[in-house]
């Protein structure tokens, strides 16, 4: 039986082509020393990046304000006093024993004062002028020893006595900073970093993927590979195997760079404490990255076909980004403002809106399961939609030669 002329037609037939085209794709483009050694650098980058924040994140935490304090052997008794002095207001005080002629050289350096003297009237000897609040530290608790004595000689507990003393002091603050901080730490604290890090992979990825596939269906048409291509298969056999392997390449690009923030942020502990579930992240931002990516490249595929020449893709291209730009800087500052407002609400369903603002609101604890699940609903619905007119297009225009052609003229035809 001779293998001349189109393959069949059939449904083993269509599947067939489609994934001849999509392994061809698929070996073209991520098996390249190219595209293995930028996605390298990418994993170097991402790994490096989080393991410094991590750095500096511990060393903050390692930096808070604590203060050292010797004492001579006869105010040795005032320890448990500043200890717990220390201890209410959240700063730590570590107290050693030693003499005057020991203490005093390290005063500026790794000692903050020295007492000395009686209990209840200590002399604080400090290198230039007191530190404020360790001077009312200091205070709280030569007073707390003084009424421990005078507690003593009535009978009571004096323990008792100077740790409910340590615990009552005022907490000052400030409606409106309070507020504000309160607000900031909500917005940019470490919700943010998983959810920019998840946005940011997605929109990478969808960007990368569908500019390689415009350039791919315009290189095609420059060189008359699709005249011979097009002999053997048809032109939405062509386009749906283009996208399917260049998706290939795109999603193992999300697992492999994902897992390794992912992989990075668990070993480093740089999320403990907080209630992120990193796995549920990382599969939402798969699956939005399976509907977000067919509805891009659908149409990174068709509108491509419109133009002939290498120089004209962005003007089909760029409108494409900006759709894809302005939902992401939305869910960047909009959603993580304020993840169940009306605005977002409605915007994260929209099909062109929802693969970047979906993430976003789950991380933040501020989307719905029956949300979720409509969005998902409704970028299924548009993508045949959307595999209709960008099939229109590309048949249309891929043969078109010439200048470029107008979607108008596409649609028509």
């Not at 393959?7 to 595209?35: C, D, L, Q, W, Y």
């Not at 740089?270 to 490249?297: H, K, N, Q, Y």
């Not at 304020?338 to 099909?351: E, G, K």
């Amino acid at each position: 039986m001779s293998n001349d002329g189109p393959p069949r037609t059939g449904r083993t037939g269509t599947f067939a082509a489609i994934g001849m085209v999509a392994r061809r794709e698929v070996k073209a483009r991520f098996f390249t020393k190219s595209n293995l050694i930028s996605l390298g650098i990418l994993l170097v980058v991402i790994v490096a990046g989080i393991v410094v924040l991590d750095y500096f994140v511990n060393r903050d935490d390692e930096d808070a304000a604590d203060y050292t304090v010797a004492v001579d052997g006869s105010v040795s008794v005032l320890e448990p006093q500043l200890t717990a002095a220390g201890d209410a207001l959240g700063t730590t005080i570590d107290v050693e024993e030693l003499g005057r002629a020991d203490a005093e050289p390290r005063l500026g350096d790794d000692l903050d004062a020295y007492l000395s003297g009686d209990p209840t009237q200590p002399e604080m000897l400090v290198d230039v002028g007191p530190d404020q609040q360790l001077l009312g530290l200091v205070t709280s608790a030569v007073q707390a020893h003084a009424l421990a004595l005078e507690v003593s000689e009535l009978g009571g507990d004096p323990q008792a006595v100077g740790a409910a003393l340590a615990s009552a002091v005022p907490q000052v603050a400030t409606v409106a900073a309070e507020e504000g901080e309160e607000d900031e730490a909500e917005q940019f604290g470490p919700e943010y970093l998983v959810s920019i890090l998840a946005i940011s992979l997605l929109l990478f990825a969808l960007i990368s993927t569908g500019s390689i596939i415009a350039m791919g269906v315009v290189e095609e048409k420059t060189s008359r590979v699709v005249e011979i291509l097009l002999a053997t298969i048809r032109p939405a056999q062509l386009l749906a195997g283009k996208i399917l392997g260049i998706g290939i390449v795109g999603l193992a690009q999300v697992v492999i760079l994902g897992g390794a923030a992912g992989g990075t942020m668990a070993a480093t502990g740089l999320l403990s404490g907080f209630e992120i579930d990193l796995g549920w992240t990382m599969l939402l931002t798969l699956v939005w990255f399976l509907l977000g990516f067919a509805v891009f490249a659908l149409l990174f595929g068709g509108f491509a076909a419109l133009v002939s020449r290498q120089e004209e893709i962005g003007a089909v291209t760029t409108p494409l980004m900006f759709l894809m730009f302005i939902p992401y800087y939305l869910a960047m500052f909009m959603v993580s403002a304020d993840p169940d407002t009306t605005v977002v609400r409605v915007l994260s369903q929209i099909p062109f809106f929802s693969p970047f603002m979906m993430p976003v609101r789950s991380v933040y604890g501020g989307v719905e399961a029956w949300e979720m699940a409509l969005a998902v609903v409704v970028a299924l619905a548009t993508i045949p939609l959307l595999v209709w007119v960008a099939g229109r297009v590309y048949r249309r225009g891929v043969l078109h030669t010439g200048g470029r052609m107008k979607l108008s003229e596409a649609l028509r035809g």
